[in-house]
Every structure is written in C-alpha cells, then in structure tokens.
C-alpha cells in the first residue's frame, strides 16, 4: 500500500465502482485533494461523478482501490467508521434540496450539529449565523415547504456548512436551479467555503462550477480524461470562467 502526499486531505488511488446491478461507474480513478481546495468534478450524464463522490466520502466501498483522508486508509474501515467519518469530518448535498419537513429552518440546519452533540442552544446559534450569511435569516421559523427551491437549497448549504466540516461533498449542488440562482448558490457556497478554509469536492455537467473552483478534472465513462488547472484570479468569491479542452 503507498501511502499518500502529506499534504492531501483526500487522495484515492485506482477507483474501481460498480452498481448493484453491476453497471460500471469507475473504472481505475485516481486523483488527490489538498486542504482548503475546491475541486470540481465534471462530465456528462452517467460519466461516475456521483459515484466518485459516493467512493471518496465513504458512503459506498470501492470495488478495489484506495482511498484515504488524512493520511488514514478509508478504504479498509468498516461501515461503522465510516458513518462516523462521515458525520464528524464530512458534509454532503444534493442535487435536490432534502430538508426535514417537520422542522423548521433552523432546526433543519442545526441538525447535523446535534448528531454530532452539541447543545441544542449552541446548535440553533450557530444554524442561525450560517443561515444570516447565506442571506436565508429571515426565514428561520419557518417550514421546508413555505420556501421555494432555490431558498430550500440555500438552507441545504447552511446544513452542510454549520458544522464546519473538513470536506464538503457538493452532488450537483445547483441542478434544480434557475441559471441566476445557480451562479448565487455556486458562489455563496465556495465563498463561505474559503472564508472557513473547507475543503470542497463539487460536480457538475459542465464548467459552471469550474469558473468556482481551483482546479477542475473531467470524468467520462468512469475515466479521467483531462485535468484543467484554472489560472489564479483576485477575487476571492472563485475563478475566471474557463474551458475544458479534449
Ligand atoms: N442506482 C444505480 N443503479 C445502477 N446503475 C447506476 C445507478 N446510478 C447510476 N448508474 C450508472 O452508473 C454509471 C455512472 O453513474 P453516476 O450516477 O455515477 O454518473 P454521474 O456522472 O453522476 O451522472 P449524472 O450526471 O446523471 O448524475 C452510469 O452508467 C449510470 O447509468
């Protein structure tokens, strides 16, 4: 077993994946994440991003390969570990926005925190604080189903970020979203993401997200095809719009 870079938050090595049904999804991944990077994954429907994203948080076992987080092989845990793994160092959204609908906002966002233990009124401060930054206070009080799409994904984000996880896994985190609302998520997301220094892993189908990233690898067929490195822009908000290349 190699052991990975030192300064690789995240590092897997020849992914293989394969469904249930035994359709293929990764075939021999490999790709490395440094702390406070924000990657982002993209490639057309059925290319392995969820899979890839589903392999590296944990969630599923690889078929055959290596992953490991923080130098520590993630890959040989059981599935115990890596719930625990998953809910103390590791955040994930999805496409569509999945709130509990009998709580409220805050409740919603709060909940990841209490999982993890933390008082339930250090909790509801910090849910609220995430949720004024995410231009979301408002509508703490009120249900899953009084908001529409986009505010539900704005609070989804909110989740995610409150307990300040080391990595964040962000599953087409602005599918379901009108274009202006896909940019104000995409942003909203990567800013407070390196304003706390987390890690992030996004995917998406085309360079969208990669004008947010700092770097960008494409997946097709379960294979990476081509890794674009985005050159450095001042803003702080993400980078300059660029193009995947074949
Ligand atoms: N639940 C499933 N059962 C069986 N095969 C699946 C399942 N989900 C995806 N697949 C297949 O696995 C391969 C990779 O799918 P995956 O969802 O990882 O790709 P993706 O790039 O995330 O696609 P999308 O952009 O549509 O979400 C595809 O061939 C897909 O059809």
Redesign the pocket.
Known sequence: MVAPPDNDVLWARALHYS???G?P?LSGVSLGVQESEILAVV?P???????LLRCLSGLVPARSGEVWFNSVPVHTMGAQARDRLRRDRFAWIDPAPSLVPELNVWENTALPLMLRGTGRRRAKQAALEWLERLDIGDAARKRPHQLVQAERQRVSIARALAPAPQVLFAD?PTAPLRRADRTQALRTLTAAARSHGITVVM?G?DTECSAFADRTIA?LD?RRVNTVHLPPVPETEGRAACSLSA
């Open positions: 469904y249930d049904d359709s999804a490639g429907r059925g290319s392995g991003k969820t899979a087409e995917t189908h997946l379960g």
